[in-house]
C-alpha cells in the first residue's frame, strides 16, 4: 500500500475525532455562558448528553457518507479505498464542524446563518470530490450522486433533532 492512502483509522484519528469534537464542546460553552441568546434555558436539558450524542451522530455521519461513497460508485468507476472514502467523508464534514465556532456568539440568527452556510460548504466540496474521485464531468450524475450521499445523514439527524428538541422542551 502507498504511503500516502489515508487510512480509516488515520482519518478517524487524526481528522475526525478532533474537529468532530468542536461542536460538542461549543454546545457546552454556549450553554454554560449565553442561552438565553438561543431562547433555552440552561437547566432545561442535560447538556453533556445533547454533547454526547451530538458527538456520536457526527462520527456515524462520516462513516455513512463513507460507506454511501463506496456503495454509490458508478458501475464503470472503481469505488475508493475505505480510507479515502473516509477523508472525503471528513472533508465534507469539515465545513459543519466549523460552523460551530459561531456558537461563540450569542446569536441565534448567526448560528443558522453559518449553519446554512457551512451545508452549502460542505455540498459544494463533497460535489467537488466526487467529481474528482470518479473523474465525472459537471453534470447530472455528479449532482445526483453528490445528493444521494448527502441525505443519508440528514436522515440520520433528523430524528437527533426531534429528541433534542423534545427533551427541551419537556424540561422547559
Given at each position: ?30 450553554m454554560r455562558d449565553h442561552a438565553e441568546a438561543y ?41 475508493p479505498a475505505t480510507g479515502r472514502a473516509w477523508m ?73 433533532f426531534v429528541m433534542i428538541f423534545v427533551s427541551l422542551?419537556?424540561?422547559?
Amino acid at each position: 500500500m502507498d504511503s500516502s492512502t489515508p487510512t480509516r483509522a488515520g482519518v478517524l484519528g487524526r481528522m475526525v475525532l478532533p474537529f468532530a469534537l468542536v461542536p460538542p464542546i461549543m454546545i457546552m460553552l454556549a450553554m454554560r455562558d449565553h442561552a438565553e441568546a438561543y431562547r433555552l434555558n440552561p437547566a432545561a436539558a442535560n447538556w453533556e448528553w445533547i454533547a454526547l450524542v451530538v458527538f456520536a451522530a457526527e462520527i456515524a455521519s462520516v462513516g455513512l457518507v463513507a460507506g454511501m461513497l463506496r456503495l454509490t460508485t458508478p458501475s464503470d468507476r472503481l469505488p475508493p479505498a475505505t480510507g479515502r472514502a473516509w477523508m472525503l467523508a471528513a472533508r465534507a464534514a469539515s465545513p459543519l464542524w466549523a460552523s460551530a465556532i459561531v456558537l461563540a456568539v450569542p446569536s441565534l440568527a448567526a448560528l443558522i446563518v453559518a449553519h446554512l452556510l457551512a451545508h452549502a460548504v460542505a455540498l459544494r466540496t463533497l460535489y467537488r470530490d466526487i467529481r474528482n474521485e470518479w473523474q465525472l464531468g459537471p453534470g447530472v450524475q455528479a449532482l445526483h450522486l453528490t445528493y444521494i450521499v448527502y441525505s443519508i445523514p440528514v436522515v440520520l439527524w433528523i430524528p437527533i433533532f426531534v429528541m433534542i428538541f423534545v427533551s427541551l422542551s419537556q424540561g422547559g
